[in-house]
């Protein structure tokens, strides 16, 4: 089993930044995708971002790209996800998630790991 920690929710208002951490314990098998999803209250869950086990490439829902940034750390087992121009939509709990593969994905169900996420609220 991966234990996956999220933390650096918070309220912010329109315009801050926020960043967002994701600590993976456990069974650290070799290699491992990692991606950002979030579902705010009524709506479904969603893709954010996603990274491959090297880092070298990344993904991004329209919503957030240009504002929002993905990344590992040098130990493999942490992922960021540096939130910047926040806006009120982007309000949600975000988790963070891990899946079996180098390979980066952006479908829930292609992940099994998650983490208990983390309440991110932006007020306008």
């Known amino acids: 089993q991966v234990q996956l920690v999220e933390s650096g929710g918070g309220l912010v208002q329109v315009g801050g930044s926020l960043r967002l951490s994701c600590v993976a314990s456990?069974?650290?098998?070799?290699?491992?995708?990692m991606g950002w999803f979030r579902q705010a209250p009524g709506k479904e869950r969603e893709f954010v971002a996603a990274?491959?086990?090297?880092?070298?490439?990344?993904g991004y829902a329209d919503s957030v790209k240009g504002r929002f940034t993905i990344s590992r750390g040098n130990a493999k087992n942490t992922v960021f996800l540096q939130m910047d121009s926040l806006k009120p939509e982007d309000t949600a709990v975000y988790y963070c998630?891990?899946?079996?593969?180098?390979?980066?994905?952006?479908?829930?169900?292609?992940?099994?790991?998650w983490g208990q996420g983390t309440q991110v609220t932006v007020s306008s």
């Open positions: 998630a891990a899946r079996t593969t180098i390979l980066m994905a952006t479908t829930s169900g292609e992940y099994s790991y």
């Open positions: 990274i491959t086990w090297s880092g070298d490439n990344t």
């Open positions: 456990g069974r650290t098998f070799s290699r491992y995708a």
